[in-house]
């Protein structure tokens, strides 16, 4: 491990080349780069999600911090580990002070692996427009979690109306073991649905993009009911009616299982436990392609249409959050 | 011909609007089923099936209603079973031991006891079946393993028959069955017994497992190969100098002396595993990338294959004797325990063999396998025509080899490219150097286990990973000449810790080429 005071981004390239000969482990076959924009509260938080998302997938991590952007000296301080508390591989956290946090890629971009995919996750609320993030701009992934914001369904509303194929949010990744259960619950089972009902927590992300996953593809209409649910969930049930008189039904017993009555089988109960931020990050690194049932589900949550039309590449826009301020 | 399923096998049931293909984030699950395996108490089942079972169920990767019936000749109920699978899991599954988890599959397992001649045992578990599908949903659908000797094969299957457990249209759903090596000890035997087997069964619903079609360097092969520019060009006898594949094991024969003294190398590795390798190097492009199309390129090179002229020089087959491995003393295979003392099985096979097609016309592929080799490794290797001409000075390029690309199937699975690089300095030479893709380190995503892997296909009804009848037979066609031209001689001799006798050597030498150290 190296640590670098008030340095330059060519400073740490040639630490990170540095630390790469020393430690031996020239990595060869990297497949991509992961970009961590994270509050310095969050960090300890950030790192041991993507410790873990990097035991399971192989990166070269890179945590930006940006700190005091009205400070009136620019600073960067860095530190290169290599097998260190950020797992076996490659990685670099920045701190960047002044207005160096607002050009943030310059530091960025000569760190980033030769020709591999980047992906960016920010740790925290996300942009209003990614392209305003220089840091968003060259991924090829853009992961963001609107559970950050205090209104999530406007959160959505702007996801959907920023929306280009390859940004997903952790809030869609909370809902994957739902919506296999729900899946494998209608394995075998004949009939259309005519409706039904999430049950949940209204104002979560994750339960409005279940909703709007069920609408689109059920066809049927999905309402989102306010419920008592089990403490650190979302979701307390969902319920489908069938055009076969039969009422699917999957409730929430407790954090880590789900009965399903109503199925094509007997009644059961499965294991559905709350994933942690780790493992959530693990499953978004196995696809490195565009999400379209993301978007789907996006926008029929929002209401947003046109959304699987999009296509093309963000380019950067500038904006100085220094003259909102002063505005 | 066609296969099983011709199409995208997302899991769970076709009409199912919940399932996307695009949605690769839902995991391929297998339509609720049952599986029932014969001979439960067994080893394979004990060290592979059940721990792969639970490690399935702890993937989420088993549908909500599964059962999973064990059958054996014991006098136990469903307690005894579970706590049987319960200890095998425990000891050899790979992933964390969650109790949660255990107790659901655990609630689903039965025993049915009895031994394969009795009617009524079959009747029994026949009824099971038929209950299940009411009281655990399976819906009829039900895979059989049969875990046991293959000599008792006949009895099982007409049991099966007699009881109709194997019709799909009578129970409702689909039925499969699913068979271990050895197909057979020659093409005779293994004629009969695939008749038999697709007799009962239909021949779509076969799956006959070759655990080394599993892992996932050997299904990269195919991702290598046709999925990149690079390498089909050069894939031929035009830029291809000769092919190695090697399966070498640094264990003896362990517990298996019995089966082991009549079967012998050959038998055992040479005519299924690196066969089946030798299939997947060689062969064409499928027209695309379904059971049907893959299998019908792997037949057509397997009936392509040619044995040398001169056996004697280029079929070679050895023995171990007592030796050094990895610091212990070991002893020769003639004294392991139930081995009698003259035998003459072979526990080395190496043997050039040829592809007579335009693209691999001339192109020798030498494969070999060996017991109390140095160490355990499984490899590919191809070995390319050296430069035409060189415009350095001979002195130059005096460290130079072929170049090489080799796909390592076990263990560190990846790839080494291997080519002449300039030595830095003032003077001109050239050295090979190596350039590695290790999976491990690129994808850390645990490869999950062969067994794994290949049960998952086996309840989703994925043949691609499967053999074929017509692939067995042809696989026997090569080696019953080398077993008749072996018949009746001695094996060299090598000591253990050896890369095999020194004839094997010796045939490569012949050709003016060396073995590669894998």
Redesign the interface.
Known sequence: MSTLWDTTGSQVVKALTAERRAGGTV?????LTLVIVVDEKQVAEAEEAARIAA????CRLLLVVRRQVDAPVPRLDAEVLIGGRLGPGEAVVMRMYGRLALHAESVVLPLLAPDAPVVTWWHGPPPEVIAHDPLGVFAERRITDCAWLPDPAEGLATRAADYLPGDTDLSW?RT?GW????????????GQ?LGGRVEGNPNSPSAQLLTGW?HA???APIELVDTERPSGTHVAAVRIDLDTDREVVLRRLDA??VS?TG????D????LPVRSLGELLG?EL??LDA???YGEALGAATGVTGLAGRSGRRRHVWKDPAERANA | MSAPRDKVITG??P??????V??????R?P??CALVVFGITGDLARKKLLPAFYDLANR?LL???FALLGFARRDWGDGDFIALAERSAKEHARTPW?P??WE?LAANMRFVPGSFDEDEAFDNLDQTLADMS??????GNAAFFLSIPPTMFPVVLRQMERTGMAENERCGGWRRVVVEKPFGNDLASAIELNTLVDDVFGWRDVYRIDHYLGKETVQNLLALRFANTLFEPIWNAHYVDSVQITMAEDGGIGSRAAFYDETGAARDVLQNHLLQLLALTAMEEPVQFIPSAIRTEKLKVLRAVSLPDDLDAYAIRGQYEQGWLAGERVVGYTQEKDVPEDSRTETYAAVKLGVQTRRWAGVPFYLRTGKRLPRRVTEIALSFRRAPHLPFAPTDTEELGHNQLVVRVQPDEGMTLKFGSKVPGSMMEVRDVS????YG??????SPEAYERLLLDVLLGDAMLFPLNEEVEASWDVIDPLEEHWSGQAPYRYRAGEWGPGEAEQMLARDGRVWRRP
Do not use: C, K, Y
């Open positions: 990595m060869s076959g990297l497949a035991s399971v997938h192989p990744t994957t919506r296999a259960a729900l899946a494998a619950a209608f394995d075998s089972l004949s649905a069920l593809r059920l066809g880590g299982a399903v199925g094509a089988g007997p059961t109960v499965i294991q499953e196995r696809r999400d379209q049932p | 769970g049931s009409a199912n609007p919940l399932r996307d695009r949605d690769r984030r839902l995991p699950v339509e609720a989420g549908p909500t209603n969650r949660d988890v659901r009411d009281t655990h949903g399976i819906q350039m590695d893709f290790l380190e690129t994808f850390t995503e645990a």
